[in-house]
């Protein structure tokens, strides 16, 4: 198997998400292991300072990506933030990457491919540095980054990694386009997919109850 065919067989279907998308954000973050929330938050972060997290999030500024189910649960998620008082043009250029995967989700590899498509669209939004403020503890994430050429400097407890991007490219472009809206489309299959098991399962709940009362009726 080739390196495309193979990059094509491990394809993962990444979705931007918006406002109407704010609760599923909530319970996905709420849904991890009190150990990955310590990781995601850098502190043993309470049920309410998560929702105030999930509040705060800009999505007119910032980018959320997420990746879903066959169940529509949104089982891995990253977060795209950039400075929301941006002074200089050096930090209008920096993006600061987070990440946050479900326990029966990990291991394979979600972390790492919402990081690349987080470099994507950084770049084609004009971005030249990706950043990622983590625990030193927190080996998965700078695993991460560490893999994709950034440089990550350790100051005890907490460690930074900075990652330069290349300048966009027509490329880079379609690529993200073309991403974007095929996971658009898978979405629309599982969510169709999802109403019509609902759809059966009244169906069979229906007969059931049918087929109940006329065994009564024949006693």
Known sequence: MTTADNALFQWVPIRSLAPRHRERAAQHLLALEP????????????????????????????????????????????????????????QRRTAEFGVSVLKQARGRGYGARLFDRAMLHARNRGCDRLFIHALSE?????????????????????????LKLPPDDLASRVDELVSQQAAELD?????????????????RDVGDHISEKGRIASE
């Not at 990781?39 to 705060?56: H, I, K, N, P, S």
């Open 35 to 90: 150990r990955d929330r310590y990781l995601r938050f850098g502190y043993a972060a309470t049920d309410e300072q998560v929702r105030r997290y999930v509040d705060g999030l800009d999505f007119e500024r910032d980018e959320l990506f997420g990746i879903f189910n066959r169940k529509l649960v949104l089982i891995a998620m990253a977060h795209l933030a950039y400075a929301p008082e941006a002074k200089t043009p050096e």
């Open 138 to 162: 927190n080996s998965a994430m700078l695993k991460i980054a560490a893999n994709a050429g950034a440089t990550v400097q350790r100051d005890g407890p907490e460690s930074e990694a900075w």
């Open 187 to 203: 979405f629309r299959f599982k969510v169709h997919a999802h109403r019509m098991n609902r759809l059966m399962g009244m169906v």
